[in-house]
């Protein structure tokens, strides 16, 4: 492919659309973060900065979401209209956004990679809300447009060229070939979950005639093969980072290139994990990319995952032998086994945090296709929020598939995703990640009959000191304090996910926001009479609370997109902005 064809979605009508699309959802988060503020202005609202104006038409619905018109937006600069452009919308609005003059250009290269992969989007053949409710699991995965539903800028990506975001892009859906390494025993980190060792790990991802052919090639470097742990890494990582960066490791035979495995994978949704599409059955396999996006360098480190493997051992016994989460069918990916690289001279020039840490690190994910039934399909939660070209949204393009009343397809999705959560949280004081991309769906006849969570050992946390945790897993304890435990469900479940599905619902005529929050509401009553022994914790921990910390992502990412949170201290590191009314307050068993 040429660098012409390359770029050639970098056109006038799809950087048009893009812009608009970006600027609309730019309005409404950060009118949702209140870091901007609107004045009414004839049938909508306008909003000013110094260099000119916005004026939109929107829908506010509650948690103070705003659902934007994009094709009302208009802008003025000087008294004459202007296109709509969202990095010359950064760029003014910088002021009220609270962006230092050191991290704007990063921010602002994040928006045109964002704007650049929504143009790319546009060049697909399009496949409407109601192709994907009957669509695979992969296909669904690189149809996905959005990203993060919250962040403005969620398609950073930094460090991709144009070909590399062709290549590897989770949109590009292409087959990627992972790069294999030998890395000297007693430079690495090998653990593993109970379940299987590494080596019985290795002979199923590979085979015995890949394994062979790697021998033979450690061989052929005059080295012994007993003296190396095998390890993948992301192709771009050894192109980029690996065959430079830890060139003397490689010089010095500490690292050893053994080509590519022969299975295809594809990128998901994260950027760094890859299903297996030869063998659906494999494992994930989970890499580090010295890629920045979202707020973070997507690297891995090797220490932090020598007890991955413990920590996913240990949820997993907790979900399996609780019986209320197996009478909803929850379920986990455990991460089995993982490898991380230590870099002698890194290592000494650095602290435990540094990106350098996080360069060559591997871990494996179980897949969720074995343990479907007969009639279960597979979907990404994220896929849920997606619009099509059209306005249809994907969650009602399944409801009007599924044939039942849209308030009963609800409450069985509620049953499946925010039961679980609850009864984690009010059971164990155990907390997951629980947005889109971390959920798959398992669908029946159109319906989410369960779900599956998955990145297991970076994203739960446990709140509670009298939890009694295995010493490896001890590090997943985090001290917060009572009155924002909660907001693990009030804030990552009901302002980032529902706060946008009811307005689609609404749209589409399926369910207005008073139905969709009484059926939360119902939801949540009923768990709770089914579970009277955690009233204690019930009254605790008020789900019912009229009111809740609003909490802010992209307030987060604006003050420091390189490194948004302490990993090591997120509960700290959080912004808040006054407060939002909880739409089930006033749905108690009183109320």
């Not at 139905?515 to 939360?520: C, D, P, S, T």
Request: hydrophobic letters at 45%.
């Amino acid at each position: 492919m040429t660098m012409t064809e390359a770029t050639a979605h970098l056109r006038p009508d799809h950087w048009a659309v893009a812009n608009r699309s970006l600027v609309r959802k730019a309005l409404a988060e950060f009118l949702h973060e209140r870091l901007i503020e609107p004045v009414a202005s004839g049938n909508g609202y306008t909003v000013s900065s110094q260099a000119g104006a916005y004026y939109f038409e929107a829908k506010l619905y509650p948690l103070n979401h705003w659902e934007v018109d994009a094709a009302s937006i208009t802008r003025t600069r000087s008294g004459s209209a202007a296109p709509v452009d969202a990095l010359d919308f950064i760029t003014e609005f910088r002021a009220e956004l609270g962006i230092d003059a050191e991290m704007l250009p990063v921010y602002l290269e994040e928006i045109s990679s964002t704007l650049a992969s929504s143009a790319y989007k546009l060049t697909k053949p399009e496949l409407t809300a109601a192709d994907l409710a009957a669509a695979d699991f992969q296909t669904i995965e690189s149809a996905m447009t959005e990203g993060h539903p919250c962040f403005v800028a969620n398609n950073g990506r930094l460090g991709f060229g144009v070909a590399d975001y062709r290549a590897f892009a989770p949109e590009a859906g292409r087959p990627i070939r992972l790069v294999w390494i030998a890395v000297r025993r007693d430079r690495a980190t090998v653990s593993h979950s109970q379940a299987i060792s590494y080596d019985e790990l290795l002979r199923d991802e590979l085979g015995a005639s890949v394994l062979r052919r790697f021998a033979e090639r450690i061989v052929a470097a005059d080295e012994a093969p007993a003296d190396y742990h095998l390890m993948p890494v992301h192709p771009w990582q050894w192109e980029n980072k690996t065959s430079i960066t830890f060139a003397a490791d490689i010089a010095q035979r500490h690292i050893i290139h053994l080509g590519t495995s022969d299975d295809d994978y594809q990128a998901q949704q994260s950027i760094r994990t890859f299903f297996n599409r030869s063998h659906p059955e494999r494992n994930y396999v989970k890499t580090a990319l010295s890629v920045l996006n979202m707020g973070f360098m997507r690297g891995l480190s090797a220490t932090y995952l020598e007890k991955t493997p413990a920590i996913n051992d240990w949820v997993y016994d907790v979900v399996e032998n609780d019986l209320v989460l197996k009478r909803y069918g929850f379920s986990v990916l455990r991460e089995i086994a993982a490898i991380g690289y230590h870099n002698a001279y890194y290592e000494a020039a650095t602290d435990k945090g540094s990106p350098y840490r996080k360069m060559l690190a591997a871990l494996w994910r179980e897949s969720p296709v074995p343990a479907l039934d007969s009639g279960e399909r597979l979907a990404t939660m994220a896929s849920l929020l997606h619009v099509d070209r059209h306005g249809k949204s994907l969650a009602g393009a399944l409801i009007r598939q599924s044939g039942l009343e849209p308030a009963a397809w609800l409450r069985t999705y509620l049953d499946a995703y925010l039961v679980p959560l609850l009864h984690c949280f009010y059971a164990y004081e155990v907390v997951f990640m629980p947005h889109g991309e971390n959920l798959i769906l398992v669908l029946r006849d159109a319906v989410p009959v369960r779900v599956i969570m998955k990145d297991i050992g970076e994203e739960i946390a446990v709140l509670s000191p009298a939890t009694v945790l295995p010493a490896d897993a001890e590090r997943v304890r985090a001290e917060v304090p009572d009155d924002e435990k909660l907001l693990s469900i009030l804030t990552d479940v009901f302002d980032c996910i529902f706060r946008f599905l009811s307005p689609l619902l609404d749209a589409e005529g399926l369910l207005t926001p008073e139905e969709f929050w009484a059926g939360v509401a119902s939801s949540v009553r009923d768990y709770q009479a089914a579970t009277p022994e955690l009233a204690d914790a019930f009254a605790k921990y008020d789900i019912f609370t009229p009111e809740f910390a609003l909490s802010c992502l992209n307030r987060l990412q604006l003050r420091n997109n390189q490194n948004m949170v302490d990993l090591s201290d997120v509960a700290n590191s959080l912004q808040f902005a006054g407060t939002l009314e909880n739409p089930i307050a006033r749905r108690t068993p009183c109320g």
